[in-house]
Structure formats: C-alpha cells, structure tokens
C-alpha cells in the first residue's frame, strides 16, 4: 500500500469517526431522525469528506439500512435501540465505522448495546495477518452470546477496496470454518450485530437506498437526466432524499423505475431480524498488519 492510498484510508476513517461521534451525540428522545441524518451529512462535507454510503440511522428491529426518506418523520422515543452506521470515501477509499445508541435505562438494553461493541473490540485485539476469518467469528460470537444474545448470522464484516464498500473477504460473526487468512495491508471492516431475537435477518420493502451498477441505453430524457446526476457516485450507494431534493419525487421515481426495469439500479432495502428482535450494532475499518491500524478510532 502506497502512501497516497494510506493517507486517503487514514482521512476518510478520521471524518467518518468525527461525523459518527457527532451525530452520536445528537441522537435524543425527541429529536428528529431525518435532522440528525441531514446533521451528520453536513458534518462529513464539512470535514471534507464525500459518501461511500448515506448515513444510516436504523432503529430497534432494523439491524441497517434504514435511510431517512424525503418526508421522514420518525422522532427518537424512550426504549428505542439506534444504531447510526457512516461512510466516507477519500479518493474512492473508504472509512465505515457504526455505533449503537440505546435510549432507555434498561439493563437488557445496556447490555445489548455492549455485546456488539465487546465483539468488536475482542475482534481487533486479534487482527494481524495470519488469522483466519473463522477465528475472527469465533471471537465476535463468544462476546455476544456470553451475554445472552444472538450474532446475526446472514450480516458480516466485509472487505473495502476503492469505490468498493463490500468486497472480499466476507468477515463473519461466528465460527464458519472458513480458514482464510487476512493477508497485510488488506483493508476490512468488522461488524458485529447482536440480536434478540432470530440473529437472522432480511430484506423487506420500501428501499430509500440505492446504487447504479453498470452501464446500458436509456429511452426517456427524464430518466437520462437523473443517470447522469446518479453517475457523480461512481456505483456507491445514493440517498432517494439526495435525487428528490433536485429532481422532484415524480420526476426520480419514474427514472428509478426505469433504471430497475434494465437492470442497472440496485435497491438497499431495510434489514429487519426475521423475529424482530432488537438489534445493535458496532463497527470500525482496519488495515491489517502486525500492529493493526484502526483508521475509525475516534482519536
């Protein structure tokens, strides 16, 4: 890894935990979901970072994925378990770093809220290269089912590489087996959900993410003047909210129709616990070596 590459990870990590942190603390009962979102976007540009992803802010039952719409409502309540979950790309490298707020004094819930952050931390005391993604599993479901929760199976950790949020190797949250190896300078974020209920999740309806995967012919103007507003993201994943704000809700949900109908839109829909069950979640980035560098660590 080159250092033009090094520096761009260290940045884009460095503003996606200073966005985390301060949409964190803007995370209240009462306060609205879409203002604390728009709160946090403002922070990454500020910051001088672009969107690897929109930020998220899933709350209770949703483990990701949950982007506040045009039109969101939603206001934090007591009891709610929210987790906000940020990306930043420097030059196309990614930071992705997520936190887990619990808005209630319920020890279970407290609890929760811990077994995801200890997976992760007992998760990075083991990264070098040479481990396996199998230890790695076993680390995260130790933590959490020790407290007496769930690991969501079918989520994992993944890969980053440039302009690429889910690339190889999928890291687990359990024991898979698998022996491979974490090789130096490989670049992964670890993700441990803790549920509980099924620790199984899927994918429901109403996306508000998106991304556009490739290239094909479109017919109608319309739609071909949203593509080329779409294609400033370099196939990273859009906010509805973001293409509503200068095209107008007709006018982008006829062109993602269209973009679905040829195959090149992707949808991101919410991921609810097939129980719903409540879920948290944490994660950092790290580029692996020997001394592990944990480029989301709010310094």
């Not at 992803?53 to 483990?63: E, G, H, K, W």
């Not at 099924?198 to 490739?214: H, L, Q, R, V």
């Not at 196939?235 to 129709?257: C, D, N, Q, S, Y």
Request: aromatic share 6%; charged share 25%; with cysteine.
């Amino acid at each position: 890894m080159d250092k033009e590459i090094f520096d761009s990870y260290i940045k884009a990590g460095k503003i996606a935990a200073q966005a985390l942190e301060h949409g964190k603390n803007l995370i209240k009962i009462g306060a609205s979901l879409l203002k604390v979102t728009e709160a946090v976007e403002k922070k990454i540009i500020e910051l001088g970072g672009d969107f690897a992803f929109p930020p998220q802010i899933s709350l209770n039952d949703i483990a990701a994925h949950y982007c506040a719409g045009p039109d969101d409502k939603t206001v934090f309540k007591e009891g709610d378990v929210v987790k906000l979950d940020v990306g930043v790309h420097i030059n196309g490298f990614v930071g992705d770093t997520a936190v887990t707020v619990v808005l209630s004094k319920d020890e279970k819930l407290k609890l929760l809220e811990e077994a995801s952050r200890a997976a992760l931390n007992s998760a990075l005391k083991i990264i070098k290269p040479g481990v396996t993604l199998s230890e790695i599993g076993r680390a995260i479901h130790a933590e959490i089912t020790k407290r007496g929760f769930s690991p969501i199976r079918n989520l994992s950790g993944h890969g980053l590489d440039q302009f690429v949020i889910h690339d190889k190797p999928s890291v687990p949250n359990f024991d898979t087996g698998s022996e491979e190896e974490l090789v130096k300078d490989q670049v992964i974020a670890i993700e441990p959900f803790a549920s509980t209920g099924a620790g199984i999740i899927y994918e429901s309806s109403n996306p508000t993410i998106f991304s556009i995967k490739g290239k094909k012919p479109v017919r109608s103007p319309m739609t071909r003047d949203v593509l080329k507003d779409l294609e400033q993201y370099n196939e990273l994943p859009f906010a509805l909210r973001w293409i509503v704000k200068k095209h107008g809700e007709g006018k982008t949900r006829f062109a993602l129709r269209e973009l679905k109908n040829i195959d090149i839109l992707k949808e991101y829909p919410p991921l609810p616990d097939k129980a719903h069950g409540l879920v948290s979640q944490a994660e950092h980035t790290v580029i692996v070596r020997d001394k592990p560098v944990i480029t989301t660590l709010q310094k």
